[in-house]
Nanobody, 119 residues
Framework: VQLQASGGGLVQTGGSLRLSCAAS????????MGWFRQAPGKERLIVAS????????HYTDSVKGRFTISRDNAKNVVSLQMNSLKPEDTAVYYC?????????????WGQGTLVTVSS
């Protein structure tokens, strides 16, 4: 499984970005997916997750109501729409995949895309 994240960049406070994760897999529907982020000097933490079918999503409290995770299994793409961005959202964002039979576990990681939110 290869994951390619894109869409990061520099944005002002209150702005929006849409991250995409393209997966090189036969069937993305076999995997649950997640977006993680790692700020400088801090540990990598999960931001949002979505189950294999796309019907169940979870968000960390700090992004609820601002971020939306979605997936298109036909196109093998998972997205993270980020609105009302804040400086504390600045981080490298990673997409990750795990087998649908093992929720919460992520075996495959993308290379990360940098999001910088200026104040």
């Amino acid at each position: 499984v290869q994951l390619q994240a894109s869409g990061g960049g520099l944005v002002q406070t209150g702005g929006s970005l849409r991250l995409s994760c393209a997966a090189s897999v036969r069937a993305l529907s076999n995997y649950h997916m997640g977006w993680f982020r790692q700020a400088p000097g801090k540990e990598r933490l999960i931001v949002a997750s979505i189950n294999s079918g796309g019907g169940v999503t979870h968000y960390t409290d700090s992004v609820k109501g601002r971020f939306t995770i979605s997936r298109d299994n036909a196109k093998n793409v998972v997205s993270l729409q980020m609105n009302s961005l804040k400086p504390e959202d600045t981080a490298v964002y990673y997409c990750a995949a795990g087998w649908a039979t093992a929720p919460g576990k992520y075996e495959y990681w993308g290379q990360g895309t940098l999001v910088t939110v200026s104040s």
